[in-house]
């Protein structure tokens, strides 16, 4: 890769893990740092580095097919918990070790420039057919509530997320605002949209990038070079067709200081597609409402008791990357 190819591009990070994936205190100097939420740290993970780059597959295997499968799960938990149950979507996930100049986890996003984080990236799922959720799932190959390796990139002051997921069959945009950060910004909107761009199969390699500009408060999403997918006023829902969780709220725009970037291994199991009902309650507490009506129509599940093997069910994903970068445009 060319990393600064383009007129006006400076690269400020790059990684094509030609020395291996340094994260934490490996005795060298830490490019990435795990993800640890209090006394929650998911590692449901094994990482190793080659010719081809980075491969990061879960911990368990398959009793019959002997594929990779995740292992860590989640209880359900309310909101107030230590550890709340929906913090089971997060299997494993490391992002850069960089801070912003307002001490928070992430790299500056200054106004009149435009950051950019890239990667060429490849994943799939695993045993996502022997889901227990019967017609409540279409595909189960493609399905990213089931298992998907994903790209993340997030703010933990706003809590906007902006990502993708790859199933065995598709490429979906994550857009997203977690209702973490109420206390400091009111009763915003907090919702998670998921929006398939492109078609893939599980070998497939991607250029993925999003970009974020500041100054007219857009993200964008990029394919093999290509846009796809752009959303203005940050902050605000999108068209409820494309909506997987709503946590209710009022409409509020909101701009980014600063942009945490990784990638991690997820489910998303509370999680409803095309309006029908969520597949698992993670929470065990009414804090969703109904994709399709919105506030205050409760969502439904096809398991209200988050039973462990509707949360294991032998499942697993796979995520591959050869490069990573963050870029100011």
């Given at each position: 890769?060319?990393?600064?190819?383009?007129?006006?591009?400076?690269?400020?990070?790059?990684?094509?893990?030609?020395?291996?994936?340094?994260?934490?205190?490996?005795?060298?100097?830490?490019?990435?740092?795990?993800?640890?939420?209090?006394?929650?740290?998911?590692?449901?993970?094994?990482?190793?580095?080659?010719?081809?780059?980075?491969?990061?597959?879960?911990?368990?295997?398959?009793?019959?097919?002997?594929?990779?499968?995740?292992?860590?799960?989640?209880?359900?938990?309310?909101?107030?918990?230590?550890i709340p149950g929906v913090l089971d979507h997060v299997k494993w996930f490391a992002s850069?070790?960089?801070?912003?100049?307002?001490?928070?986890?992430?790299?500056?996003?200054?106004?009149?420039?435009?950051?950019?984080?890239?990667?060429?990236?490849?994943?799939?799922?695993?045993?996502?057919?022997?889901?227990?959720?019967?017609?409540?799932?279409?595909?189960?190959?493609?399905?990213?509530?089931?298992?998907?390796?994903?790209?993340?990139?997030?703010?933990?002051?706003?809590?906007?997320?902006?990502?993708?997921?790859?199933?065995?069959?598709?490429?979906?945009?994550?857009?997203?605002?977690?209702?973490?950060?109420?206390?400091?910004?009111?009763?915003?909107?907090?919702?998670?949209?998921?929006?398939?761009?492109g078609a893939r199969a599980p070998d497939d390699w991607h250029r993925l990038a999003i970009?974020?500009?500041?100054?007219?408060?857009?993200?964008?999403?990029?394919?093999?070079?290509?846009?796809?997918?752009?959303?203005?006023?940050?902050?605000?829902r999108l068209d409820r067709r494309h909506m997987i969780i709503d946590v209710g709220g009022?409409?509020?725009?909101?701009?980014?200081?600063?942009?945490?970037?990784?990638?991690?291994?997820?489910?998303?199991?509370?999680?409803?597609?095309?309006?029908?009902?969520?597949?698992?309650?993670?929470?065990?507490?009414?804090?969703?409402?109904?994709?399709?009506?919105?506030?205050?129509?409760?969502?439904?599940?096809?398991?209200?008791?988050?039973?462990?093997?509707?949360?294991?069910?032998?499942?697993?994903?796979?995520?591959?990357?050869?490069?990573?970068?963050?870029?100011?445009?």
């Amino acid at each position: 890769m060319d990393k600064d190819s383009k007129a006006g591009t400076k690269t400020v990070w790059f990684d094509d893990f030609a020395t291996g994936f340094h994260i934490g205190a490996d005795g060298r100097a830490a490019q990435w740092k795990p993800l640890e939420a209090g006394a929650f740290r998911p590692a449901d993970a094994i990482i190793t580095t080659g010719d081809d780059g980075l491969t990061v597959i879960p911990k368990g295997i398959h009793p019959q097919s002997g594929e990779p499968a995740f292992t860590q799960t989640r209880a359900p938990a309310p909101p107030d918990a230590e550890i709340p149950g929906v913090l089971d979507h997060v299997k494993w996930f490391a992002s850069v070790d960089r801070r912003s100049s307002g001490g928070l986890p992430g790299f500056d996003t200054p106004s009149g420039k435009t950051i950019h984080v890239e990667t060429l990236m490849s994943g799939r799922t695993y045993g996502t057919e022997g889901h227990p959720f019967g017609d409540a799932v279409g595909d189960p190959l493609n399905d990213i509530r089931l298992a998907a390796p994903a790209m993340f990139n997030l703010d933990q002051e706003s809590n906007i997320v902006f990502g993708f997921f790859l199933t065995n069959r598709g490429i979906f945009a994550a857009y997203e605002r977690a209702p973490f950060a109420r206390a400091s910004f009111g009763h915003y909107a907090a919702f998670s949209f998921g929006l398939q761009v492109g078609a893939r199969a599980p070998d497939d390699w991607h250029r993925l990038a999003i970009s974020y500009d500041r100054a007219s408060n857009t993200a964008r999403w990029f394919v093999d070079g290509k846009l796809a997918l752009e959303i203005d006023r940050v902050g605000r829902r999108l068209d409820r067709r494309h909506m997987i969780i709503d946590v209710g709220g009022e409409e509020q725009e909101v701009r980014l200081n600063q942009l945490q970037c990784g990638f991690g291994l997820y489910t998303l199991l509370d999680g409803s597609l095309d309006g029908g009902p969520g597949l698992v309650d993670l929470y065990g507490y009414p804090m969703f409402f109904d994709t399709a009506r919105g506030e205050p129509h409760r969502q439904d599940y096809v398991d209200r008791d988050s039973r462990p093997t509707s949360r294991l069910f032998g499942q697993g994903a796979e995520l591959k990357s050869r490069w990573h970068s963050v870029s100011y445009r």
